[in-house]
């Protein structure tokens, strides 16, 4: 019989509850205390992607030579460079990283007009060879200023200044996610 009451108790609560809240809105309708408005869900910023969006390979770099009678772009020599060297560009977190040859780096980015501006970069301290520290200084040196931005047929990305050039090429996503090949018999 306990069990009966208090479902009853219960139901009636509830009902209650409901009249009560009723009552209140009426009320508030009444005395002009609620306006109808138009419910909107909140709006959620649109994250543009940029042309720039995921793993650029480097193919070359270039320096200003100053030896020279008229300073131009000199290629630089990459052959000692083992490790892959590449920038990778996220756009949701507005945020760019690095490998340069033995270290790597992170840094906020903004692409506007072609022109491509990273913020302060962060870079990890490893000491490598003589020279793939000369190519990793070119490229940080080079990368924390102004770079015009041109990008040929959706696979090719120069990055280039007055004092520096970095052509690179665009990782195909199945290749960064590439199956592992069965085991031959």
């Known amino acids: 019989m306990k069990g009966k009451n208090m479902q009853r108790v219960s139901a009636l609560n509830g009902v209650k509850i ?10 508030l309708v009444a005395c002009g205390g609620a306006k109808e408005e138009a419910v909107t869900a909140p709006v959620q910023e649109e994250v543009v992607v940029s ?3 995921g793993k650029w390979v480097v193919k070359e770099v270039y320096q200003l030579d100053k030896k020279k009678k008229k300073p131009t772009l000199s290629k630089v020599n990459l052959k000692n460079v083992k490790s892959e060297m590449y920038l990778e ?5 507005g945020q ?3 490998a340069t040859g033995c270290n790597t780096l992170g840094a906020n ?12 970069p962060a870079l990890t301290q490893k000491s490598c060879g003589k020279a793939v520290m000369n190519v990793e200084k070119i490229m940080t040196d080079g990368l924390v200023n102004e770079l015009n931005v041109a990008i040929a047929e959706e696979k090719t990305l120069t990055l280039d200044n007055p004092n520096f050039k970095l052509v690179l090429e665009k990782v195909a996503v199945a290749e960064e996610v590439a199956p ?3 085991a031959k018999k």
């Open 18 to 27: 409901g009249v009560a809240t009723l009552l209140a809105a009426g009320l």
């Open 51 to 53: 042309p720039l969006e």
């Open 89 to 93: 560009f996220s756009s949701a977190e």
């Open 96 to 98: 760019v990283g690095a």
């Open 109 to 120: 980015f903004t692409y506007e007009n072609e022109k491509l501006t990273l913020g302060h």
């Open 180 to 182: 592992a090949e069965p």
